[in-house]
């Protein structure tokens, strides 16, 4: 079964309300141009367009709430394949039939399959509210995070140096 | 355009590997199963199966990479717009071509595709890591996702308690 969950962070287009561009910029700006402009506020960070009223961190709180759905739906899975086999038997039917993409909608029809299926339903509610509060590891995610786009910046640089320098070779 | 850069943090399958289904235990576990298996290490937290030798938190991150890079793209995007439209125009007719779903794999053809396109890439790496060290709100991402799990459990309850109870209807 292949699910999709945080398929919709990056569903944005990148359509952007259109600036003055009466003013002249050299190519590559400071990272505070907010500061330039007297009718923005002063903001020490870069400007992100297309959030709208919403921010970077709660279009990625929505995704990271239909992981945790996923997440939660895992732990029940494989506690019940080892304490109830027909209610994991249930469990696997229904996933085999709808989507978690959407988390809540998945939670919300599970729900009304049946009274068993209800309460698998609130299991998963259970399980992914205690599992986001007290097990996720947050720190080690931020952690994990940098550490990666460092790592991806270091790697692509080094390969397109690889890879466009003939001379490389030749010393080798 | 449409991107799905994080579509990948749930596309897992269901397999699980069979446990020991010889004791018997209650329907609903304690949330601590690990802890009677001696074979085990102890851990407080709630067993997670299918991640292999990586973690959740792994798996979150790296999709917030892909995110990241996103995000690097749409500031880079609004910067160019005011300051160097014909920078911006490259990179909008290069996103045009290529999908933002794999966000080191779409920095690695900028950097290929001409001088000019890999002075963007460049910046689109300098900008999704001083964004995620510096500017992203990691506590916020905490705080928003918390809020966002408990809010959608009690709806989703609380939508099934009145679709269920015709005596709420009629007691208006």
Redesign the interface.
Known sequence: ??????????????F?P????N?S?????C?K?RTTQPTRLYCQ??????FGEA??????????????T??A???V???L?????E?YEDL?EF?SRHS?ND??KF??AL??ESPRH?GL???I?E????????????D???R???????E??I???R??VV?TSPATESEK
Not at 1 to 14: A, G, N
Not at 18 to 21: E, G, Q
Not at 45 to 50: D, F, I, L, S
Request: hydrophobic share 35%; glycine share 2%.
């Open positions: 079964m292949e699910t999709s969950s945080v398929r919709s962070l990056s569903q944005l287009s990148f952007l259109k600036p003055n561009r003013k910029y050299p190519s590559w700006p990272k141009p960070k870069m400007y992100v367009p297309g921010s970077p961190e709660k279009k990625a709180a929505k995704n990271m709430h239909d992981f945790f996923y997440i739906v895992r732990i899975t494989a506690q394949e080892s304490y109830s086999p209610a696997m996933l978690l988390g809540d939670c919300a729900m009304r209800k339903a609130m299991r509610l399980v992914r509210s205690s599992y986001c509060k007290n097990d996720f590891e947050w080690n995610l931020k994990l995070s940098v550490t990666i786009v460092e991806s910046n790697r692509l640089m390969d397109y890879e």
